[in-house]
């Protein structure tokens, strides 16, 4: 029973560009969050999705992020126009009866 | 604004010893409290979970939770090298047991166990 996937493991992105960030919850778990975790800190929640909602997107911010967790597919985060300051791990999380797991993150580099 | 707050350390305890973490969080609501261990580069991984005034215990682990000083903490007894990483504290509106909606973190406690 695979676990969260997260993929790509390692994004770079030049200033400007746009990042696309995957993440395919456990089987059976149909509720999707993810995280930020900037150098030497906690995480930060950004965006609380479930199929074809978005719950809570309290974290996000206000431009340039979005976040779309379709019927069919795994949940994308798109940050576009990246700038040095989005260079982070993104980890996503996924829900269910059995608990709350985390996937091994996605740590964008931005040049 | 919902805020939790650790210390970020580093704490450092020599091998064998009592390791003890500490978290205050300031929304009364928040009724579940997470401690993960987060290695360097890794992900989170769950470690304890309490949803009651009180302590649990879990092998080495112990979990204190004192709502009324909204407190929790994490006892690490016979520390080991191996757990040497960083130590997030983390709490949820939901109702013990239940297992959605967003995590508010801490900034994570850093610990060493050296021999």
């Known amino acids: 029973n695979a676990g969260v996937m997260q993929n790509p493991r390692h994004l770079v992105r030049r200033r400007g560009q746009e990042a696309r960030l995957r993440c395919s919850p456990m089987k059976g778990h149909s509720h999707v969050y993810w995280y930020r975790q900037l150098p030497e800190e906690g995480l930060k929640f950004m965006v609380y999705l479930q199929k074809e909602n978005i719950i809570d997107e309290s974290g996000m911010p206000k431009e340039r992020f979005s976040a779309e967790f379709p019927k069919e597919g795994p949940s994308i985060l798109r940050i576009q126009q990246v700038v040095r300051g989005d260079s982070a791990a993104y980890f996503c999380a996924s829900s269910g009866r059995d608990g709350y797991t985390f996937g091994s993150g996605t740590r964008l580099t931005v040049v | ?115």
């Open chain 2, 1 to 115: 604004q919902k805020e939790v707050e650790q210390n970020s350390g580093p704490l450092s305890v020599p091998e064998g010893a009592i390791a003890s973490l500490n978290c205050t969080y300031s929304d009364r609501g928040s009724q579940s409290f997470f401690w993960y261990r987060q290695y360097s580069g890794k992900s989170p991984e769950l470690i304890m979970s309490i949803y009651s005034n009180g302590d649990k215990e879990d092998g080495r682990f112990t979990a204190q939770l004192n709502k009324a000083s909204q407190y929790v903490s994490l006892l690490i007894r016979d520390s080991q090298p191996s757990d040497s990483a960083t130590y997030l504290c983390a709490v949820n509106d939901n109702a013990g047991g239940t297992s959605y909606g967003k995590l508010t973190f801490g900034q994570g406690t850093i610990l060493t166990v050296h021999p």
